[in-house]
């Protein structure tokens, strides 16, 4: 009985991994055509000066119409891109989308920033760099406007050849976002080396911020060692009225959450802009 249940088991376990191949599968064979049939979008989530409450910027989320399945999220298959390897033709995509829409803004004269997404994969991919640059000069892009977000992950997986790529994104003019900063288990130590020029709080310590007195230590240290290194802070996540008073307190720069705005299509994000009035470049 026991041998029966037991080779059961093991039948169970077979198929739900042959399930999960096959999905995986499935997945990546219909991304490599979603990009094909334009079925990618990107949404954008505002980001707010917490001080004038205007908004200085954006991050470009990617969103995937499924014919079947319908609106999916980046965690349904930027994990299997990067397996399959389809992530370096997605973040081509998300990159050429992402100058597309930052050069319209310029056109228009609006000020304001754009960040993309981009993966520890691509980060080490050789031809990385060279269509960034491309990218930039065909958009004629100014790019003190455009923003990588990258994780610290990212950065200590190849530091050598981190190091090295995000010299060549500085040189281009374009800033480097540490995201979901505080909960790697890299040390900070790599902030002195790696020319990075903000970070990201994760929202998992902005979450309960206003009750939560070890979160409220956690965001106060991330901000001050952000100031003392010169570069920008942002909180992701912010919720409620209440984390952003504390924010505002601890004297961070830059907020992002569902308080302002989810990610949205781009026609709305632009309606987002003109109704607070967004500033002008001359
Ligand atoms: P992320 O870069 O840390 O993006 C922030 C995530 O938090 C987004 O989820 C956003 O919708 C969500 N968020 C924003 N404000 C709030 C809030 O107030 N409360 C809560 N609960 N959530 C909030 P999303 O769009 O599902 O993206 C998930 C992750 O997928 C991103 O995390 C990023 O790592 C990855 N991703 C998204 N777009 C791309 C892309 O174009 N390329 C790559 N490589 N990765 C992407
Ligand atoms: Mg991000
Ligand atoms: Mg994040
Ligand atoms: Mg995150």
């Known amino acids: 009985k026991a041998k029966q249940s ?10 739900a991994i042959t399930k999960l191949a096959d999905r995986k599968l499935k997945i990546a064979n219909e ?8 079925e990618l979008e990107l949404y ?5 000066n917490l001080l004038t409450q205007q908004i200085v910027g954006a991050e470009a989320l990617i969103r995937w119409h499924h014919p079947e399945e319908g609106l999916l999220a980046p965690n349904a298959f930027i994990g299997i891109a ?7 033709e997605l973040s081509k995509w998300v990159l050429r989308k992402g100058c597309q829409q930052l050069k319209k803004w310029q056109d228009n004269k609006l ?11 691509d980060f080490n991919f050789p031809d990385f760099i060279t269509d960034i640059g491309a990218l930039i000069e065909e958009h004629a892009i100014q790019t003190q406007f455009l923003e990588l977000e990258l994780t610290e992950t990212a950065i200590m997986e190849h530091p050598q050849q981190a190091l090295f790529t995000l010299t060549q994104i500085r040189e281009m003019g374009v800033s480097v976002a540490v995201d979901d900063f505080g909960i790697g288990h890299s040390a900070i130590a790599y902030l002195k080396k790696f020319p990075v020029t903000k970070l990201k709080i ?14 409220r230590t ?3 240290t991330i901000i001050n060692l952000a100031k003392s290194f010169d570069l920008s802070v942002v909180a992701e996540g912010i919720e409620i009225a209440a984390h952003e008073q504390v924010l505002i307190e601890l004297g961070c720069d830059i907020g992002q959450g569902y308080l302002y705005s989810k ?20």
């Open 263 to 282: 990610p949205v299509p781009c026609a709305e994000f632009e309606q987002l802009l003109g109704t607070v009035n967004p500033c002008h470049v001359d």
């Open 31 to 38: 991304l490599k055509k979603a990009i094909q049939n334009d």
């Open 202 to 215: 994760d929202r998992s310590f902005i979450h309960e911020l206003e009750s939560d007195e070890s979160n």
């Open 111 to 121: 000020n304001i920033s754009l960040s993309l997404n981009v993966s520890s994969k």
């Open 6 to 15: 037991g080779r059961n088991c093991y039948a169970f376990y077979t198929d």
């Open 44 to 48: 954008y989530q505002p980001q707010i």
């Open 82 to 88: 990067e397996e399959s390897g389809i992530i370096h």
């Open 218 to 220: 956690l965001v106060a």
